[in-house]
């Protein structure tokens, strides 16, 4: 098992220093051309990037030796079952759990409620926002059972979603498109889009590439049909009172 | 947890393998608070400074080209990119490199940064951006092969990850404040719906080009 975490370490750290070398020296030509910040500031702001490169480090190789496999693992399991409603039922409580579990939800419902002081609930926030992912994970789910393709279910997604726009509430849609920023968080990429991939490797007729993609695209879609069609039920009420 | 139950109940994993997953499970998450923490003390101020800096040359090509240079490099050195971009040339075997995947989203990030910048310098609204690059998106979705379909659409929920939107948030919070008359609210959440579309038609068109 060690061996499996320092093999992944040293990838990862390569991985990092790739993505993060080009930043900081772009910072530093920019500092010295342009900013010319005190050295001491500098100084802190390096820091914060060695701070970012270090987490990065130990979030890839965790999700490679981990997170990657572990949902390859049960979307196989899965989708090696006869019956298709097990792997639906699995994608609606995973996308459940995922959004209900994942704290930069819950901080944004919690600046929605204060911004909207009071008016909408928190809680209202979280269970619209979770069982709408679940919904759209389940449909994706559905998806790589039945052999559906993507555009098919993304196509009508987006031009609800652009109905959806001129008949809601106005204070719904720039939360709406927040709320679909925040639900794609690392949980539900990595250990999701695996499941997915998994399923779609083992069922028959499938190809991973093809079927087993998509489910990212749907969480992204879920929070922007359903908050802005919760918009629209608010409005329709403050509207009949 | 339900993940843990999960492999132990039904997929009688060894407990080797469930070992892994916990140690993996508590280094993820050591990793992202480092991550987030980084973020807050060295991305955001350098993507707010730089926003802050732009419109003062008064020169709309050095908005270009560092809005460009930074939204570019940001999305490469986002985790949930790299994440997504290796699994899928993984499973398609390298049939689809991570490089030119990379490249494709990073490219799409910036042009379309590049196209918010400009919209909040001259004002134009966002409506009109929104109706003509989703209406894009659905034509190219017609010549792009099916392979590349399904990624261009994830490529485009994975960019609005942690690093990419304090950075671009704080970048168009930047230009719309020293712009005189522009709303950094309004501005500011036009600019991370709008970037996720970049990504779509990015992967889409290498799709396109390469078959």
Known sequence: MIATVVESMRHAVIDVVQAIIPLVIFFLIFQAAYLRYPNKYVLRLLTGMALTAVGLVLFLAGVFIGFLPAGQEIGRFFGSFEDKWMLIALGVLLGFLATYAEPAVRILCYQVEKASTGYIKSQLMLYTLSIGVAVLVGVGMARISYGIPLAYIIIPGYILAILLLFVTDRDFIGISFDAGGVATGPMAVTFLMSVAVGAAAMIEGRDPLIDGFGLIALIALAPIIFVMSLGVIIRLKRGGE | ?211
Do not use: C, H, W
């Open chain 2, 1 to 211: 947890m339900i993940v843990l139950l999960i492999q132990i109940l039904l997929l009688g994993s060894p407990l080797e393998s469930v070992a892994t997953f916990v140690v993996s499970a508590m280094m993820v998450a050591l990793g992202f608070s480092l991550f987030l923490m980084g973020v807050k003390l060295g991305m955001l101020p350098i993507g707010e400074t730089i926003g802050g800096e732009l419109p003062k040359r008064g020169s709309i090509l050095f908005i270009v080209v560092v809005t460009f240079a930074i939204s570019f490099l940001v999305t490469v050195a986002e985790p949930d990119v790299r994440v997504l971009t290796s699994v899928i040339s993984n499973v398609s075997s390298d049939s689809i490199s991570r490089s030119a995947l990379l490249f494709a989203v990073a490219f799409g990030v910036g042009i379309f940064m590049i196209l918010s910048m400009l919209r909040i310098v001259f004002g134009v609204p966002i409506k009109y951006l929104y109706a003509a690059s989703y209406l894009l998106v659905i034509i190219l979705a017609f010549f792009t092969p099916a392979e590349y379909f399904s990624i261009s659409f994830d490529a485009g929920g994975v960019t609005t990850g942690p690093m990419t939107v304090p950075v671009i948030l704080a970048l168009g919070i930047g230009v719309s404040t020293v712009m005189a008359g522009r709303s950094p609210l309004a501005d500011g959440f036009g600019l991370i719906g709008f970037a996720s579309i970049g990504p779509i038609l990015g992967v889409m068109l290498l799709g396109v080009l390469l078959n």
